[in-house]
C-alpha cells in the first residue's frame, strides 16, 4: 500500500474484473483471510437455518 493509501491491482485481476483507468463505480472488497472464512460461514448458516422453509 502507498502512502497515499492506493494500491496496486495486478494487471490479471484489472482484466478480469474490466477495471480501466480512471473507474470510479465499481469497489473491490479487501478481506483479510480469516475475515473471510468468518463471513463465508455466517452466510452458509444463515442459508442452513433457512433451509426449513423452502419447498
Known sequence: MS???QI???K???E???I???DTSRGIAIA???DYLKFAEAIFNAGAQGNDDRD
Do not use: H, L, S, T
Open 8 to 10: 496496486v491491482i495486478p
Open 3 to 5: 502512502i497515499k493509501g
Open 32 to 34: 483479510k483471510y480469516d
Open 16 to 18: 478480469i474484473f474490466n
Open 12 to 14: 490479471e485481476a484489472r
Open 20 to 22: 480501466k483507468e480512471g
